[in-house]
C-alpha cells in the first residue's frame, strides 16, 4: 500500500472599489449602506503528488476564484 501527500496553498491577489451612503439617527444609530466590485487573481500552490486532482474551485466566496468580485452590504451600528 502506497500512501500519497499531497499539500495545497491558494495566493490570491484583489483590489475594488465601494461606494456608499451614511445615515445617522438621533446621533446613536448609524445606517450604512454600499455597492462595489473588485477583481480578484488567484492560483493554487500544489506540492506532493501531482496526480490528485480533488481540489474544486466553486463560486466567488472560494478563496481560489478568479474574476470580478461584486460587493453589496449594509452595515448598522450603535455608538457607546
Not at 500512501?3 to 444609530?29: D, M, R
Request: glycine share 20%; with cysteine.
Amino acid at each position: 500500500m502506497e500512501i500519497s501527500i499531497a499539500c495545497f496553498g491558494i495566493h490570491n491577489w484583489g483590489g475594488g472599489f465601494t461606494i456608499g451612503y451614511q445615515k445617522t439617527l438621533w446621533q446613536v444609530i448609524f445606517l450604512e449602506a454600499f455597492v462595489g466590485g473588485g477583481i480578484q487573481y488567484s492560483y493554487i500552490i500544489r506540492s506532493g503528488q501531482q496526480g490528485l486532482a480533488f481540489f474544486r474551485i466553486g463560486g466567488v466566496t472560494d478563496p481560489g476564484y478568479k474574476g470580478i468580485l461584486p460587493k453589496v452590504g449594509l452595515n448598522i451600528g450603535i455608538a457607546l
